[in-house]
């Protein structure tokens, strides 16, 4: 683990660290919504140990939380997680040898962003193991410090972390709606859910935000064809 450090500049290492803080408030905001909504602490515990994706574990707590069936929370977490799966053929390279299956469950989007930054693979699998291990330790000490806050606070509302995870969303998004067929997607697949939303219990909306992929096909067949 010491070479790993040595490989990486001061730099990369400010900005994983920076990472890590901006997790840890997210983490606690989790643990502290799931439990103060009334979910035993154990649950997002647990969930951070054996799922270890923000996104997903939010949606499904979400989906819970507002009266949605568990089947209907983990299809929302799956759609979530889909796109792990492309991240893990970016980074193969880095996931060899004995670890492989370890490096699987540490997959991110902030790893898988940190890696793909590197050019030497040496460095690249450095950034990775690091950024992957301090995020998974960071993540689950912040949930479980978190899910204890949440049973002293009870409403999370007041302090505002409720806005936490929509606001990671967001950032994480932005730079997608640069692309215009990106951003009709999202627009079409956000006006789905907001009409569906009355109609249908919670969480499948959020499933049939997934109609706004429709505009993307002929466009993704376009670029083939062009090349």
Request: charge should be neutral; hydrophobic fraction near 55%.
């Amino acid at each position: 683990m010491r070479s790993l450090w040595r490989t990486l500049d001061r730099r990369t290492l400010r900005d994983v660290g920076l990472v890590c803080l901006a997790d840890a408030l997210v983490g606690a905001s989790f643990g502290a919504i799931a439990v103060s909504g009334g979910l035993d602490a154990w649950v997002p515990i647990v969930m951070s140990l054996l799922v270890f994706a923000g996104g997903a574990q939010f949606a499904a707590v979400g989906v819970v939380l507002a009266g949605g069936s568990p089947v209907a929370a983990v299809v929302s977490g799956l759609v979530l997680n889909a796109r792990l799966l492309p991240y893990g053929f970016a980074v193969a390279d880095v996931l060899g040898g004995r670890g492989r299956l370890v490096g699987a469950h540490l997959i991110m989007d902030e790893g898988v962003a940190f890696t793909l930054r590197q050019d030497d693979p040496r460095g690249r699998r450095a950034v990775f193991w690091i950024c992957g291990v301090a995020l998974f330790a960071v993540w689950n000490v912040s949930v479980v410090l978190g899910a204890l806050a949440g049973q002293a606070i009870g409403d999370t509302d007041t302090f505002g972390l409720d806005a936490a995870f929509p606001a990671v969303i967001l950032a994480l998004v932005l730079p997608a709606l640069r692309d215009r067929g990106t951003r009709d997607a999202a627009l079409l697949g956000a006006a789905v859910a907001l009409a569906a939303t009355p109609f249908l219990p919670a969480g499948v909306p959020l499933l049939l935000a997934l109609t706004g992929l429709l505009l993307h096909v002929p466009q993704l067949r376009d670029r083939e064809v062009a090349r």
